[in-house]
């Protein structure tokens, strides 16, 4: 059966609104808050990338996964006790994980972290890697404006 014009418009949108709606879709980043003050917070965010876009990447935190994800062009955010922790990502389907971050944390104190992802090969073999950065609240900041939190 042939399709007509008509129908692959509609079929093409559909299957595009129905991969949408897989993505992060909370409030857009607009600033950070004000870190509780017994507390640290971290920002983990990931910038939209095409080599490892259509990963998505649990979070692990100190060893333990959690419930958070970072999707492509999303963020999260993770408040802790003060003290040394130790973040995480791994794919979905296990295929790769992510070179992860410790940071010592401080109370008061909030610390950005991003994905990075890197795809190096020779074309006929190539691989895929990504490892957790620290950014400056100004370069982080720039990063994260209008990301939507990861649902």
Sequence with gaps: MLLNAARLRLIAGTSLMLALAGCATGPAFDKPLVAPAAQAQ??????????????SLKLFVDGAPTELTLPNRSWQRVVLAPGSHAFGLTEYLNQFS??????????????????????????????????????????????????????
């Design 42 to 55: 971290v920002y983990l965010y990931r910038p939209w990338q095409f080599p490892g876009g259509a990963a």
């Design 98 to 151: 992510c070179g992860g971050a410790r940071v010592d944390l401080q109370a008061g104190q909030t610390v950005y972290l991003a994905v990075d992802f890197t795809l190096t090969g020779t074309g006929t073999v190539n691989h895929l890697s990504c490892v957790l950065v620290p950014r400056d609240e100004a370069q982080a900041l720039k990063d994260m404006a209008g990301l939507p939190l990861s649902k």
